[in-house]
Each structure stands twice: as C-alpha cells, then as structure tokens.
C-alpha cells in the first residue's frame, strides 16, 4: 500500500526535476480549458477540505474568546489533553524504535521472507480503526482470552490508560518504518561498510553514518506518526471505557461534547487538533523541502 | 552456502534488528489479530453464518459498500483533476492547494465528523439550502459518503500525482504531430497509462472507507438497515456484550479488508511493471 500515506520519496522527487508546469502550446489545453480545470479543482477543495476547517474555527468561536477559553481549561478536557499526550508520549517513541530497527533489518541485510515482513508491517493500514480495538477487548477484557488471569492479578489493561496506548500503537504502527525502509533502501549499504572497515562499532555507524542521511525522513514518519497517534478515534473509542477525566482522550472529549449538545466546547476542543494538523503540514511541508533540496546539492 | 551468507554480512546488528522487529510485530499485530480469529472459532459454523448473514449485518454490508464505491468514485474523477492541475499547471496558492489535500490524513476523523455534521445538517451552512430543495444529506447514506469522500480525497490524488509527473512528453509529442487534439491525445496517450494508479487510489480510498468509523458515526445518524455502517455495527455488538457477533462480523470485515489490500498490492506492482517497461 505505498500510496497509503504520503511519502518523502514521492515528494522529494516531484519537487527536485524541474518543473513540468510551462509546457509548449501544443503539449497543453487551451486556456478556456485550463481555467475551467483550476476553477474545478479549487472549488472541490475549497468545499471538501477548507470549508469543514472554517466550521471549525467559526463553531469554536461562536459564544465569544470567553467561552472559547473556558471549554479548553475545564479540568475534563485539561486531563483529556494530558491523557493524549501521555499516550503519544509512549506510543510514538516505541513505533520509532521498532521502525528504525526494521528498517535497518529490511534495507540492510537479505534474508528469506523479507517481502511477506514488509507487507506485514503495512497490515494496519488495511485494518478498520474499530478491528484495532476490538482485538485488545477479545485478549485482555473481561470475556478475553488473557482476562481471567489479568482479573486475578488486578492488572487492568483495556478501559484503562494500557489498552489506549496498546490500540494507539496498533494503530499508528507503520508510519516510522514505512518512510524509512524506502528512503534506506535507495541508499545502500556503501557508506557503512566502509565506517566498519575503518573500524568504527555498530552504535557509531548508526548515529554518525547513517542517522545523518535518513533524519529528515525519520523526522517525517514521526510527525505523522504523532497526529495520528494524538487523533486516532476508533480504535480508541473501543478500548476506553470512556470514563470522564480518566480514560478520555481529546478526540473522545469532542465526541462526549457533541453528543451531550455542547457544540461550542466540543469545536472549541476540535479546534486543538485542527492546529496540530495544521502545524504537523506545515513541518511536513518544510521537511519536503529540505529534502528536494539536498538531493539537488 | 552459510558461509556465503556470513560474508555478505559486513555490517553488525542484522540478527538483534531482525528479532525485535519481529518480536514487536508480534505482540502488537500479529497475536492480536490471531486472537480474533481463535474467538471467532468458538463459534460453529452455522452460528457464524447465521451471525453474519442476519438481515441487520447484511443490511451494514450493503450500506459500507455502496456509500464508499460512491465516494471512491467522486474521488476518481475530482482526484485526477486536482493532480492534472497540480502537476501540469501553474496558478497562485498552488503551494497551499498542494499542502491542504493532505489535510484529510492529518485533521483527526471526530473533528472532520462534527464539522461535516454541522455544515450538512438542516441547519447547516449547506444543509439549509438543499433542505428546500428536498436534499437531505446529514443522516443519510449520502452523508456518509460526503465524509468518506473527504478521508479519501488524498489517495486518488496522492497516487496519481507522481505517475502523471513522471509521464515522458515523447508520446504526447508524437500524437500532436501526427494532429491529434489535446481531447484526443488525453484519451488514447495519457489515460492508458494513468488507469493504473487511478484503479490503485480508487481502491485505497474504497478500503479506507469500509473500515472507517469517526468521520462518518456523527454524521450517518446510525439508523439500523438504513445508515448503519459496518464497523459502528460491531461497536454495538460489543457494547451490548455480544462478544461472539461483533467478532464474527469483524472477521468478515477483515477478510474483505486483507482481499482489497492483496488487490492493491498486485495493482502496484503491475503498475510498476508497466512504468519501468515504458
């Protein structure tokens, strides 16, 4: 599923050829048709991308700053806020680790399997949010497979902080090591080698050689990584329990908001995630320039 | 032949990388999803059967289906006209249009469920003028597929755009020469080789909306056999402790989900086949 998510690789190199958007006459449409094309495309846009994000924002501040400020500082969504970045703390951190590991596995070595790897690595792509969750339910609740003996020891792992950042990690596992095993594979394995032939020790190969040529890319799989994980709904939903001020994070606050007709708080919490959305573009944005830019140096 | 093995393997950490990424793909996928397949085979088959085939889950079945075939579709067409755009012309804000068709991977799918749901209610900016019309959209099938067309816009886009960059002029050239018009030439040049990524962004986009649940539970309205979609029906199941219904439906929904994932991994590798032949 390479198309799944945007990819650096992509980005880098429509940005680095030079640009195909002044075409000879007679490899392009007339300017009616041009036109006619543009003014599609942005009204498309403009209808299903920009007008839900200034509902947004036009919801949030509907009653005034006062309540704006108000429906963020309330003690429910302050401990949601906390919770969301609990779990992102944890959750992004390890799906790093294990893409970095991955990746050097995948793009360093040859082995037996090594494709079936890959496509396992992208399954959860393929999987609903709501399957994500359910799964954690059927090993560790109460009807569970692993439940009776988790009971027995008083460990609670799902409709508790665990189970979100199990279904956070489910979900968000792909994002580091399918950015880095493409961007690793078109750089080899030269650069290391010779560092070892010179005498330097795994560790240092990692961090001087090969960190210093993937960082964009492994900054790139982080960001999406981390929306994700601080976005992720479903999956989430499932596994939570959602006990207020406890086991809600800040996507399943709007939900309880909504849902309780509190429409100004429940966009006014929105309105968070939008500007982290907004930022993790922006920062993505700037990373698929830095690349095109030292592919082209 | 180990020894062959060992050679190649100048750099260190080979085994270690390889046995904790197999290890951690293990507890976090693999033994999960494991786990929904040995629930489920508590169940006897024609329990299983009668769960899946019951004229509610049926009635999800038909409606996850239809409205994301529908909203796949609509990204197709706008999908391949926002990459043409992007890529073959040059208008102001390009940068920003460019940037903001990825939004829909990074807005989380609550924040796009509410705003969708409060611009196509009938009160709403769009809702109050197509309720005079007759048009509802917000608690109908129609709804759902405004939000799944949404979440699936960048897919269509996202893999068309690099085909159709990467695309030489020599054809085109060659079939301006020999007279024919740019409608011509769209359709006999450039289109054979765009089929396979727009059959790959339709099918991510199709796979998305099938398993998707958070933009599209606040605007359906959830009516059982009309706007209920398959995922929020094994949330159902699960919060009325039906554990064994909501995994043999999740089941299914898996099988479908792992039959379009093995159709769009043969897609891209034909489609790959095809770019490097050309």
């Known amino acids: 599923m390479s198309g799944a998510v945007p990819s650096v690789a992509n980005a880098a190199t429509s940005a680095a050829s030079l640009p195909t958007d002044v075409r000879p006459k007679h490899l392009t449409e007339s300017k009616g048709i041009r036109i006619l094309l543009i003014t599609i495309a942005l009204l498309f846009v403009a209808l299903v991308v920009v007008l839900p994000m200034v509902t947004v924002i036009a919801q949030a501040f509907k009653k005034g700053w006062d309540s704006y400020a108000e429906a963020l500082a309330d003690p429910d969504a302050l401990s949601a806020l906390r919770l969301t ?5 944890v959750a992004v951190p390890l799906n790093t680790l294990f893409g970095a590991a991955a990746a050097w596995a995948i793009t360093k070595f040859k082995f037996r399997g090594k494709n079936l790897l890959i496509t396992l690595i992208d399954l959860p792509f393929a999987v609903s949010p709501v399957i994500s969750g359910l799964v954690y339910i059927l090993l560790f609740g109460a009807q569970g497979l692993l439940g009776p003996w988790l009971i027995e020891h008083d460990y609670k792992i799902v409709f508790a902080t665990p189970g979100i950042i199990l279904a956070t990690m489910f979900v968000t596992f792909p994002f580091v090591a399918r950015e880095l ?34 960082k964009w890319g492994l900054l790139y799989g982080i960001i999406l990584c981390n ?35 509190q429409y100004t708080a429940s966009f006014a919490v929105a309105s968070l995630l939008m500007l982290l959305a907004i930022i993790t573009l922006v920062i993505k944005g700037i990373i698929e320039h830095k690349m095109a830019n030292s592919r082209k140096a | ?3 062959q093995v060992k050679e190649r393997r100048v750099l260190p950490g080979f085994r270690i990388t390889l046995g904790y990424s197999i290890l951690y793909l293990s507890l976090i996928v693999l033994i999960p999803l494991a786990g929904l397949i040995v629930k489920t085979s508590g169940l006897t088959l024609p329990q299983f059967w009668h769960t899946v085939t019951s004229e509610r889950v049926l009635a999800s079945y038909r409606v996850s289906l239809l409205t994301s075939l529908f909203a796949a579709l609509v990204n197709v067409v706008f999908g391949l006209i926002i990459a043409w755009v992007l890529v ?9 249009v460019d940037g ?12 796009a469920g509410i705003a969708l749901t409060s611009i196509y209610a009938p009160n709403g900016w769009i809702g109050s003028l197509l309720d005079p019309l007759g048009i509802k959209v917000a608690y109908t099938p129609l709804g759902i597929s405004v939000a799944l067309v949404f979440i699936g816009l960048p897919f269509v886009v996202r893999t068309v755009q690099p085909v159709l960059h990467d695309l030489e002029n020599d054809m085109e050239e ?35 909306g099938i398993g998707e649940y958070g933009s599209v539970v606040f605007i359906s309205g959830n009516m059982p056999l009309k706007t209920e979609i398959t995922p929020l029906l094994i949330i159902t199941k ?17 099988i479908i989900s792992f039959a379009l994932l093995l159709l769009i991994n043969t897609l891209q590798r034909w489609s790959n086949r095809r770019l490097r032949a050309s």
């Open chain 1, 85 to 89: 970045l609990t779990v992102a703390l």
């Open chain 1, 181 to 214: 095993i493409p961007l690793m594979e078109t750089q080899g394995v030269q650069d290391e080698e010779a560092a070892i032939s010179l005498g330097a020790k795994g560790w240092r190969v990692f961090f001087k050689v090969t960190l210093p040529n993937i």
């Open chain 1, 227 to 261: 929306a994700r994980a601080m976005g992720e709904f479903g999956a989430v939903s499932v596994v939570s329990g959602h006990i207020r001020g406890e086991t809600n994070t800040l996507p399943l606050h709007i939900e309880i908001l909504y849902n309780e007709y």
């Open chain 2, 1 to 3: 032949m180990a020894a």
């Open chain 2, 88 to 96: 073959r012309y040059r208008f102001p804000g390009k940068k920003i």
């Open chain 2, 100 to 111: 903001l068709v990825d939004m829909p991977f990074a807005l989380p799918t609550a924040v």
């Open chain 2, 174 to 208: 060659a079939a301006a020469l020999l007279g024919a018009h740019r409608w011509r030439t769209f359709r006999k040049v450039l289109l054979p080789e765009l089929i396979p990524p727009l059959i790959t962004g339709f099918a991510l986009a199709f796979s998305r």
């Open chain 2, 238 to 254: 699960l919060e009325q402790y039906e554990y064994s219904q909501a995994t043999a439906i999740a089941l299914v929904l898996l």
